[in-house]
């Protein structure tokens, strides 16, 4: 079992920066890839970002490419969404997700959701 806690959202201008933590409880952290996705009002929740259970291999959404970055921290199970030259329709809100295995950017694929955070960035 893995449980997961987002945290880091708020509401930033068009532009700015903001690094949402995705802290993970389980000594299995490790051996899970870990995916951030977004969903807005009214949208499938869609992939964003994620990133091998080694931290060796990142993908990231073509939307986000140049912006976001991905990064974990398994000694501190911690997974990170560091979001630069944010745009207002980066709002939505964020939920990291695990699987065991690699990444991938169907949602049904993965095993374990977080609760979610909301991202808001204003013009």
């Known amino acids: 079992q893995v449980q997961l806690v987002e945290s880091g959202g708020g509401l930033v201008q068009a532009g700015g920066s903001l690094r949402l933590s995705c802290a993970a409880s389980?000594?299995?952290?490790?051996?899970?890839?870990m995916g951030w996705f977004r969903q807005a009002p009214g949208k499938e929740r869609t992939f964003v970002a994620g990133v091998t259970w080694s931290g060796g291999s990142t993908s990231l959404a073509a939307s986000v490419k140049g912006r976001f970055t991905i990064s974990r921290d398994n000694a501190k199970n911690t997974v990170y969404l560091q979001m630069n030259s944010l745009k207002p329709e980066d709002t939505a809100v964020y939920y990291c997700?695990?699987?065991?295995?690699?990444?991938?950017?169907?949602?049904?694929?993965?095993?374990?959701w977080g609760q979610g955070t909301q991202v808001t960035v204003s013009s």
């Open positions: 997700a695990a699987r065991q295995g690699g990444v991938v950017v169907t949602t049904k694929e993965y095993d374990y």
């Open positions: 389980g000594r299995t952290f490790s051996s899970y890839a």
